[in-house]
């Protein structure tokens, strides 16, 4: 008896159903064939413009955190707290924008939102340029303006929940890592560029900082524009979004993601600030501050690549670890005043949180494909935990974007009130051991469901 195969379909013929405003139809990325000859190119290329855009959304939302260290040069007269308040407060709000920017995916398509996104950066680069040049404007209107910046914030999360639907499963924490490390390298790249642009043709033009981002947020735009695309199976209706609310496992990995996303970005506004405030060294904040940032954006694809290999939970077990040892060694070198030990403990900081970054987010994937297995793994089931996925990336990464806003604010209390940022340090050590502790027993405890499907 002989059997024949049906040859395979040329790309040509793959139909993906285009609508006018580059809207696809037909997307099945699961479909080895249909990824091999035209989904990996269109995923591929929505990834590289998505990071564009994020990376310049992340570059806008941290800002402040460079420019404050030169506003006293400018007129301005801020105490240590008043600055840390400066960096905590776009980060709050690019928090509470995380969320809505979720919504936003479904509802207007991810090419779309990229497009508006991309625009509303506008806002914060305008007002920055402006206030600085005005410091007899006081500082609880600086503040309101600084607060704008959130508007960078938010794209994280809308970015990411769009480029989930582009990639199968099996690629999702290598694709989300460099997704997310490309805008997370936006925070080094503009601690790096700043200092240099504001000083261009000598004398000091703090102006500058918000200028050169308004041209780069306009082509960015463009290019989301004109060559990214709307998938139909992610304009769906907001429910699947509000169905994540029920899983436990989105309330436990927010938690999780305060500790990781929540003090790289945290860290990263508050790292220049520190270095000035409390060792009084602005040439060190201005020239060497970029590097944590750097580090840990560098690092966070290869957590989610260890990740999709060994396991997301036991890699950020292990992040968690280094956290802790990072926190306690900084500890250490604030009470014996020694800034190059400072300096590299909050390198081993910015590594871990840049490894967790990656684990967690590749957690999540797996944590809503396992839920849809038990529930019999049905494609039309497999589609709504997707769905449920992309809605809970959103939420997660808007509840762990507030440690962006609580480090920053630790610090300043800690500061305000005994004069020292040890106390702040001492919380962050038994916070990060706290949370080994609640992965283990989620994620990680003999027998557990998640355990056994290496989560």
């Known amino acids: 008896m002989t059997t024949t195969t049906a040859p395979a379909t040329p790309a040509e013929e ?52 460079i420019v404050v260290v ?91 929940a769009n480029i ?26 503009v601690q790096f560029v700043v200092p240099q642009v504001i000083v261009l043709g000598g004398g000091l033009a703090l102006a500058r900082a918000g200028l050169m981002y308004i041209p780069l947020a306009v082509i960015a735009a463009v290019c989301a524009f004109l060559f990214m695309d709307n998938l139909a199976e992610a304009k769906a209706d907001v429910r699947p979004v509000w169905s994540s609310l029920r899983h436990r496992d989105t309330w436990v990995m927010s938690f999780l993601y305060i500790g990781t996303f929540g003090s790289f970005i945290g860290y990263s506004a508050a790292f220049p600030t520190l270095l000035n405030g409390v060792f009084g060294r602005p040439d060190i904040a201005l020239s060497w501050a970029f ?71 590749r957690m999540i994937s797996r944590i809503f494909q396992v839920k849809g297995e038990d529930l019999g793994g049905s494609p039309e089931t497999m589609l709504a935990m997707r769905r449920q996925a992309a809605g809970a990336l959103g939420i997660i990464s808007s509840v762990g974007a507030f440690g962006g806003f609580l480090v920053p604010i630790c610090y300043a209390w800690a500061r305000s009130t005994y004069g020292g940022i040890q106390p702040a340090l001492r919380f ?25 499907a290496r989560v």
Not at 322 to 328: D, F, Q, R, S, V
């Open 291 to 361: 590097l944590g940032a750097a580090i840990g954006s560098a690092c966070r694809p290869f957590g989610g690549r260890l990740a999709d290999v060994i396991g997301g939970a036991r890699i950020t077990v292990a992040s968690f670890v280094l956290m802790a040892g990072g926190a306690y060694l900084a500890l250490w070198s604030v009470q014996e005043r020694r800034l190059g030990v400072f300096f590299l403990a909050f390198m081993l900081l910015f590594v871990a949180t840049g490894i967790g970054n990656g684990s967690t987010y």
């Open 70 to 160: 030169r506003l006293g040069d400018v007129g301005w007269q801020l105490t240590t707290s008043q600055a840390l308040w400066l960096t905590a407060v776009p980060s709050g709000v690019g928090a509470l924008l995380r969320l809505p920017y979720t919504f936003a995916v479904p509802v207007f398509g991810g090419r779309n939102w990229t497009v508006i996104s991309a625009l509303l950066l506008i806002i914060p680069c305008t007002g920055l340029t402006w206030a600085v040049q005005h410091p007899e404007i006081g500082f609880l209107p600086l503040l309101m303006i600084a607060a704008t910046a959130g508007f960078g914030g938010g794209n994280f999360a809308s970015s990411m």
């Open 14 to 65: 793959i139909d993906l159903q285009r609508r006018p405003g580059r809207w696809i139809g037909h997307w099945a990325p699961e479909d080895g064939h249909f990824w091999r000859t035209v989904g990996r190119g269109i995923a591929r290329r929505n990834l590289i413009f998505s990071i564009f855009a994020e990376h310049i959304g992340f570059s806008v939302w941290l800002l402040w955190s």
């Open 164 to 189: 989930s639907f582009f990639y199968p499963e099996r690629e999702k924490g290598w694709a989300l890592g460099l997704n997310a490390a490309g805008g997370n390298i936006g925070v080094a790249v």
């Open 428 to 452: 962050y050590v038994g916070l990060f051991l706290v949370m080994i502790v609640v992965t283990w027993l989620a994620y990680l405890r003999p027998g557990a469901r998640m355990a056994r």
